[in-house]
C-alpha cells in the first residue's frame, strides 16, 4: 500500500511524495530492540549473544545456530534450556521461542546446544562437522 502525502513548501508550489505505509510507522525502529536476550551455549564452548524477536520459532534459532557450524545434518540436534528443578527441558520446533516455560530469572535465557537424537552407529554420519559435534556432545558429558 502507498499512502500519498501532499507537502507544500510554500503556497505557491505543491509537492506530492509517495511514500511506501510501511515507513509511517512510529514504532518500527523500537521493534527492532523488542524481544529478550539469550545465551546460546554451543558444543566447543563458544557462547552465542542473540537478540530473539517474539515471533522467532524455534526452527529457525536452530537454523541460525546450525548455520555457525556450516551443519548439514542439523535433524540430530536440539535447542535445550534447564528449568528450575534443573531438568533438561527441548525447544519444541513448531513453536515460538519466547512461548516456552523459561525460568522466571533475570538476566537472559540461557539455551543449550547439543544433540538431541542419537544413532546407532556413528558410521552412519555423512558429514564431519555432524561426527566432530557428535564428540564434543560425549565428551561433555
Not at 108 to 128: G, H
Amino acid at each position: 500500500m502507498v499512502v500519498q502525502a501532499a507537502v507544500a513548501p510554500n503556497r505557491s508550489q505543491r509537492l506530492l511524495l509517495k511514500i511506501p505505509y510501511g515507513s509511517l510507522r512510529r514504532r518500527s525502529v523500537e521493534r527492532m530492540t523488542e524481544g529478550r536476550r539469550c545465551q546460546v551455549h554451543l558444543l566447543d564452548d563458544r557462547k552465542l549473544e542473540l537478540l530473539v524477536q517474539p515471533k522467532l520459532l524455534a526452527k529457525e534459532l536452530l537454523d541460525l545456530v546450525a548455520s555457525h557450524f556450516n551443519l548439514k545434518e542439523k535433524e540430530y540436534f536440539g535447542i535445550a534450556f534447564t528449568d528450575e528443578t534443573g531438568h533438561l527441558n527441548w525447544l519444541q520446533l513448531d513453536r515460538r521461542v519466547l512461548e516456552h516455560d523459561f525460568p522466571k530469572k533475570s538476566g537472559p535465557v540461557v539455551l543449550y546446544f547439543c544433540v538431541r537424537f542419537y544413532i546407532e552407529s556413528i558410521s552412519y554420519l555423512k558429514d564431519n562437522a555432524t561426527i566432530e559435534l557428535f564428540f564434543l556432545n560425549a565428551k561433555s558429558c
